[in-house]
């Protein structure tokens, strides 16, 4: 081993990539961990009591609280949110506003997701009439904030690819919470299986093992060719006799 002389390139190209590499399977475990307790929470929160919209709004961590709601949904104004896929189908998600009759605030209801699969047709769906008494969840993306971004087109159901409440409320000029809420299985809803996370931690933690295993495999590598280059030397330097 004091013969060990991988050369000058492979030894830069080990210490560029090597903490690089490690780095990325320690991240990956990161967010595999983040994921678990963001299930964890969503979860526990999600087989919780509801709350009602009064205490939504003075929460500190609305995310993932079951929230009961009794009011009316506004049939004029729905927004479809685009390019939501289930099965491999393409579709839309409804979002209307919905009044709350206890707390007098509005909220943006999503009903869940409808298959669009003639984008020449505008989607089908009908609106509860009367007071109606609900179970929902609220959804805040990780790291990023809820928001709604409108098409220029002024018609109703609005198409749009991102969501943001208060420019809605603002724009309706009516009071509101700058939240999305996910309803709950019931007459209201419509296809409501969302995912809490796009990628679940067993996925991270397979990337990991990924950029694990390359690092290990540059590593040996590295020796490899230190040794086979050390003993190339040796028999270089050894005396030969005629």
């Known amino acids: 081993m004091s013969a060990f002389r991988p050369g000058l390139v492979p030894t830069l190209v080990v210490l560029a990539l090597l903490p690089v590499l490690v780095g990325l399977g320690f991240w990956q475990l990161a967010r595999g961990e983040e994921k678990r307790q963001l299930l964890a929470a ?12 009064e205490t939504l709004r003075e929460h500190p961590e609305p995310a993932f609280l079951r929230v009961q709601l009794r009011g009316h949904f506004d049939a004029r104004h729905s927004v479809l949110l685009d390019s939501r896929i289930r099965d491999g189908k393409a579709g839309v998600e409804l979002l209307q506003p919905f009044l709350d009759g206890a707390s007098g605030l509005w909220l943006l209801v999503n009903r869940g997701w409808l298959p669009w699969p003639d984008r020449r047709e505008a989607p089908a769906f009908t609106t509860p009439d009367g007071e109606q008494v609900l179970s929902a969840w609220t959804y805040v993306p990780p790291g990023t904030g809820f928001e709604l971004k409108h098409t220029a087109d002024n018609a109703w159901p609005q198409l749009v690819n991102q969501v943001d409440a208060a420019a809605l409320w603002q724009r309706l000029d009516r009071e509101g919470l700058s939240l999305e809420l996910r309803l709950e299985s019931g007459p209201a809803a419509y296809r409501v299986d969302w995912p809490v996370v796009a990628m679940g931690p067993e996925k991270h933690i397979g990337y990991a093992v990924q950029w694990f295993a390359l690092a290990i495999a540059l590593l040996g590598l590295f020796i490899f060719l230190g040794l086979r280059k050390a003993r190339e030397n040796n028999n270089d330097s050894e005396p030969r006799h005629a």
């Open 42 to 53: 969503a979860e526990a929160k999600q087989l919780a009591v509801p709350v009602s919209v």
